[in-house]
């Protein structure tokens, strides 16, 4: 370890600004640049920051793998120093970046990634976050388990496990349909303003009417959407079709803000009063538990 001056010129500036930096023997030493601005082939190079750049492909390859790396992984397949790569580590779990599995001490995206990454990454991240969760509900429900997100003023189905009954409910992941007949629709919209949401419906033929009981003027579902606020679970019973039901549940990110909704589906005549009771306890503990592995990423 060793202090290094770091002399900054601005070529239109008479003030100089000096800063002493501690580096490591393997990052790179910028040398102190002359009073004359001085011309480099590279410009790029010339304001690359050697720290930012190791960060930035840490997260690129965790991102590009797909899953879990160990710091021996990462070492070498980057090439960098285990202390190294240990040190970018920890400063991208302290920011959230990256998250460190308790159990594996493996590494893998954390909750920011959601945040401001490009939309297919922080899809991808966020199924992965929930997947577990979703198996583990599926398994105990025995149902249909669905995960949603609001695009484009609808909802589209980012993950599915289907039920293993041979009367189930059945729509593949990726299909986009009206939010405001499905449950899961009503908890994503239940997080919009009611100004945004008669924005959303102002034309009458927003709503399309499948069954008898789908809801048809936005004053009827604002009036379904206030008491998802105060329950923060909602429900499709029979509205997007007939003989089926669908409960809904909320997963928040750190902020706060709802990054996805999460639900069970089933035929209405396998849903009892107290199967019901059941099904909104089990899509409720199941959406807080993702939510806090969200929010501790």
């Known amino acids: 370890m060793r202090n290094i001056l770091l002399d900054f010129n601005f070529p239109y500036d008479k003030n100089r600004i000096v800063i002493y930096r501690t580096f490591d023997t393997e990052d790179s030493i910028i040398a102190p640049t002359s009073s004359k601005p001085e011309i480099r082939s590279n410009p790029v190079k010339r304001y690359q920051v050697t720290s930012l750049d190791k960060a930035l492909s840490i997260l690129e390859l965790v991102i590009d793998q797909g899953r879990d790396l160990s710091i021996t992984e990462i070492s070498q397949k980057l090439g960098m120093m285990k202390g190294t790569v240990h040190r970018v580590l920890s400063t991208l779990v302290a920011r959230k970046f990256i998250h460190q599995n308790s159990k594996t001490k493996m590494y893998g995206l954390g909750v920011r990634t959601l945040e401001i990454g490009m939309d297919s990454k922080r899809e991808k991240f966020l199924r992965m976050a929930m997947a577990p969760f979703l198996m583990e509900l599926h398994e105990t429900c ?88 105060v329950n923060k679970v909602a429900f ?23 990054a996805a909704a999460v639900s069970i589906s089933a035929p209405k005549n396998r849903v009892t009063a107290n199967r019901g009771k059941t099904l909104v306890n089990l899509v409720s503990e199941t959406a807080r538990r993702i939510s806090s592995s969200l929010s501790e990423s």
Not at 198 to 227: G, M
Not at 236 to 258: F, H, M, Q, R, T
């Open 142 to 229: 025995g149902e249909t388990v669905n995960a949603a997100v609001w695009e484009y003023n609808a909802i589209r189905y980012i993950y599915r496990l289907e039920s293993k009954e041979l009367l189930r409910i059945s729509t593949t992941a990726g299909a986009r349909f009206p939010g405001y007949c499905a449950a899961t629709g009503k908890i994503l919209l239940s997080y919009f303003s009611n100004e945004d949401i008669r924005q959303i419906y102002s034309l009458n033929e927003s709503f399309k009417k499948y069954t008898q009981n789908t809801i048809t003027s936005v004053d009827e579902l604002i009036q379904e959407i206030e008491k998802v606020r």
């Open 236 to 258: 499709d019973n029979e509205e997007a079709l007939v003989g089926v039901y669908c409960v809904a549940a909320p997963v928040l990110n750190s902020k706060g803000e709802c």
